[in-house]
């Protein structure tokens, strides 16, 4: 299954065009401009279950450097600053890793862009 079988991929390109430039992720705008923030449950969860490279049921610290080339193969990875701050933004229980339900929250509710 691709990201465009949920996302369209006009939205993809636009919310991957946006944060182009190194240190400018904002994860809210991210999920607002690819549509993500406005999908059921069961719509990020088969996004989830693509961010999740390795299937352990989480997005860890190294997959979610990946993570804008999860939307777009070619997109920049994020950077170090932006990867920790996502995790620490998303990872409730400090284990390290970002569960679906806490990815569902996020899609819903939208963080506060990073830096």
Do not use: Y
Not at 92 to 105: E, M, N, R
């Amino acid at each position: 299954m691709s990201l465009s079988s949920v996302l369209s991929a006009d939205a993809i390109d636009s919310a991957i065009k946006d944060c182009q430039a190194p240190d400018s992720f904002c994860p809210k705008k991210f999920f607002q401009l690819c549509g993500l923030s406005k999908k059921s449950p069961q719509d990020v969860k088969k996004v989830f279950g693509i961010l999740d490279n390795d299937a352990s049921g989480f997005i860890e610290e190294e997959e979610l450097k990946f993570f804008l080339q999860r939307f777009r193969p070619g997109a920049r990875v994020l950077t170090d600053k932006e990867t920790k701050a996502f995790l620490n933004a998303a990872d409730d229980d400090s284990d390290g890793k970002i569960g679906f339900l806490i990815l569902i929250c996020a899609a819903a509710a939208g963080w506060g862009c990073l830096g």
